[in-house]
Each structure stands twice: as structure tokens, then as C-alpha cells.
């Protein structure tokens, strides 16, 4: 475990993931915001096990905004950065980005690594962690 001090500003935590057609919710294999909002529950968790020994509590998202799709199919990756850090507050910012998409009009399982990727969805949130536990 390490401190809680602003040299932990900048560090960032990044996961992949196969969006499963399960979650497909739309019509063309679209899939709702919820998903991208989980993800970032997924990464904010890691970073607070990095920088706190605990999961933390999400307390609150800000200027959440949905730029682009995320459809079953897709390989997303997802980065949370530490861009605040109080006394048990950690204030991230939060990217998905589309690495990876099926390409139906070439095959049934045909595919396409996305260069550059396509930002999906942006965030900044807060999440809590427990207070420091007294020195003896």
C-alpha cells in the first residue's frame, strides 16, 4: 500500500475487454452507456487497490459524456487517471476508446484493429476510500 499524497496524480490503470454480444442491447448490436459506466467502476477499483490497499466507493460521476458507440464485438480499452488526490477522496478521469471492431461485410467473424481508436465514452468521477489507519 502506499501513501495517499499528490505524487499518485497521473498514475493510470488500464483494462481490455471483448464486449460480449450478450450485451448487445439496441438494434445494430449497440450497446447501452451502463456498460462503459461499469468499466469505469472496474478501473477506479484497481486504482484504489494501487494507491490505497482498498476498493474505495464510487461517490459520484461528472461530465459524462457519450461520444461515440460501443457495440458488441468491440475490444474497448479502459483508463482511469488519477488526477486528484485528498485526504480520502481520488478524483479520475475515464476514457473508453474502441480498439477493435467486427468488419460483418468481410466475414461473419471478420475483425479490424481501430487505428487510432475511436474515443466512446469520457467521464470524471470521485471515489471514497476509508481514512488513513492511525501510526502507532
Known amino acids: 500500500m502506499t501513501d495517499s499524497t499528490e505524487a499518485m496524480v497521473g498514475l493510470t490503470v488500464t483494462h481490455r475487454r471483448y464486449v460480449p454480444y450478450s450485451h448487445a442491447h439496441y438494434a ?5 452507456g451502463a456498460y ?3 468499466a469505469f467502476g472496474d478501473v477506479a477499483t484497481e ?3 494501487r ?3 482498498d476498493e474505495g466507493l464510487f461517490a459520484s460521476y461528472s461530465d459524462v459524456q457519450f461520444k461515440a458507440p460501443v457495440r ?3 475490444i474497448i480499452e479502459i ?3 488519477l ?3 485528498g485526504t480520502r477522496s481520488r478524483e479520475m478521469e475515464f476514457e473508453v476508446r474502441v480498439v477493435g471492431r467486427g468488419a460483418p461485410a468481410r466475414g461473419e467473424s471478420a475483425a479490424d484493429l481501430l487505428d487510432p481508436p ?3 465514452t469520457t467521464a470524471r468521477g470521485v471515489v471514497v476510500v476509508p481514512p488513513p489507519a492511525p501510526t502507532a
Do not use: F, Y
Request: glycine fraction near 12%; aromatic fraction near 0%; charge should be negative.
Open 83 to 85: 488526477v486528484r488526490a
Open 28 to 32: 445494430g448490436n449497440l450497446v447501452d
Open 36 to 38: 462503459s459506466l461499469a
Open 79 to 81: 483508463e482511469a487517471r
Open 118 to 120: 475511436v474515443v466512446a
Open 51 to 53: 494507491t490505497d490497499g
Open 72 to 74: 458488441a464485438g468491440d
Open 47 to 49: 486504482m484504489c487497490i
